[in-house]
Every structure is written in structure tokens, then in C-alpha cells.
């Protein structure tokens, strides 16, 4: 069942979290995420922790009816985000990193990226530790065919057509995430697990953009 519909005609979006073993951390990124204005119709979070976190249970509670907690027994980020996906009812699904802090309106300017319709997924900018922001694209180098992935970088100031898609702070039309299959749970770890996909998206000739008013920043906790 769908998300009633918004009375903007904008898309609904659901917000999905995969998590393990980062209770606090989780916790802190929730209650960050409570503060942003407009808020996403959904929130998904996928707990492969066993024993969830008491601060975690809390800040869902206080997220109200629109927070719902999934539970996986074996641990699996991108297993995680696809069930999530699954279960998501809004048209438009929010990628998270459980170690983020978003400006607060990091949903809505997810969100406005879809009244254009040749857009089917959308990169946000982010920073992590010891990186400033930049106005440079990045070389591509002939003999690493993956560079041109990366020819516009996360902290890029500047709004592009880019194929990188980041799984940390990056959101796509439900209908294309489905249809080209999701994240690969070949991928153990979360590392291009989320190349994998941008690869997908350009090859089925999907348009993704980097946005750079949609901010947060990535700690990177161990």
C-alpha cells in the first residue's frame, strides 16, 4: 500500500538506514534527523545488531508513526537496504549512513529534484573527515576506465550530471531501484557496493545528478 499522496503533488519518500552494531552513533543520527524540516513520509530502519539499542528504540518512538524498525539476523548492508525497499510504500527511497549529520533540510531538497522527471536518482554532497568542500572536478585518467565515475567527487559545490550514485547520502524513484535489481548482497562489505549500482544505472541509461545543497557529513565511525 502507498503513502497517502502529498497535497503538493511532490513524491513521497521513504527514509532507509541499515545499521550494525552502532547503537549510539544510530541514536545520535535520529535525532539529527527528527529536526530536519520537511520530514520524509517513512523511515526504515534495518538493525542487523541483534539486541537493539535502547537509545535506538527511543528515538524511533519519539519519530513517531512514521518510524518503523527492521530487524535481520545476518548482518548484510546491502541485503538490508533491499529489504527495505521492499517494505518501503513511499515513491521516492532516501539512502542513509547511520554516521551522519544532515542539514536540516536534507530531505526536501532530495525531494524537489524529482518534480523534474528525466531524473531518476540523485547523489548528495557530503564531506568526511579532514575534507573541505571543492570546486574542482577530478581528472579522468584514460587507463582507469572507474575515474570517470568520479570526475564529479561528493563535496563537488557545483550541480552536475554525474553517474555516481553514493549509498551514504543518495536517493532514486523506487519503481528504477527495483527494476534494475537493487543493491548486488554479493558485496559483504560497503565497498562499491554502491559503484556497482551507479554502473547499472548508466549502462540502462538512467539520469542520475550530484546536487550539492543536499548536505550532511559523513564521520565515518569505525
Same mark, same amino acid.
Given at each position: 500500500m502507498s503513502l497517502p499522496a502529498r497535497p503538493d503533488s511532490l513524491p513521497t519518500?521513504? !527514509?532507509?538506514?541499515?545499521?550494525?552494531?552502532?547503537?549510539?552513533?544510530?541514536?545520535?543520527?535520529l535525532a539529527q534527523l527528527r529536526a530536519c524540516e520537511p520530514q520524509a513520509e517513512e523511515w526504515l530502519i534495518v538493525d542487523q545488531s541483534g539486541p537493539t539499542d535502547p537509545a535506538v528504540e527511543q528515538e524511533i518512538r519519539a519519530a513517531g508513526s512514521r518510524a518503523r524498525l527492521i530487524r535481520l539476523e545476518k548482518p548484510n548492508a546491502q541485503a538490508a537496504r533491499n529489504r527495505a525497499a521492499l517494505e518501503a510504500r513511499g515513491e521516492i527511497l532516501l539512502f542513509l549512513?547511520?554516521?551522519?549529520?544532515?542539514?536540516?533540510? !536534507?530531505?526536501?531538497?532530495?525531494?524537489? &529534484? /524529482?518534480?523534474?522527471?528525466?531524473?531518476?536518482?540523485?547523489?548528495?554532497? /557530503?564531506?568526511?573527515?579532514?575534507?573541505?568542500?571543492?570546486?574542482?572536478?577530478?581528472?579522468?585518467?584514460?587507463?582507469?576506465? !572507474?575515474?570517470?565515475?568520479?570526475?564529479?567527487?561528493? &563535496?563537488?559545490?557545483?550541480?552536475?550530471?554525474?553517474?555516481?550514485w553514493p549509498s551514504c547520502n543518495g536517493s532514486i524513484r523506487r519503481e528504477v531501484y527495483l527494476k534494475i535489481g537493487g543493491m548486488d548482497e554479493n558485496f559483504r562489505y560497503t565497498l562499491y557496493d554502491d559503484t556497482d549500482l551507479s554502473l547499472r544505472l548508466e549502462k540502462q541509461g538512467y539520469r542520475c545528478v550530484h546536487d550539492p545543497r543536499a548536505r550532511l557529513v559523513h564521520l565515518k565511525e569505525p
Open positions: 519518500v521513504t !527514509l532507509i538506514i541499515p545499521s550494525y552494531r552502532r547503537g549510539p552513533i544510530l541514536a545520535r543520527t549512513d547511520d554516521d551522519v549529520v544532515p542539514d536540516r533540510d !536534507l530531505i526536501e531538497v532530495h525531494r524537489s &529534484n /524529482y518534480r523534474e522527471p528525466s531524473i531518476h536518482a540523485v547523489g548528495g554532497f /557530503y564531506t568526511e573527515p579532514g575534507e573541505q568542500e571543492t570546486a574542482e572536478t577530478r581528472e579522468v585518467v584514460a587507463w582507469l576506465p !572507474l575515474s570517470r565515475l568520479e570526475r564529479i567527487p561528493a &563535496n563537488y559545490v557545483k550541480r552536475a550530471d554525474s553517474p555516481l
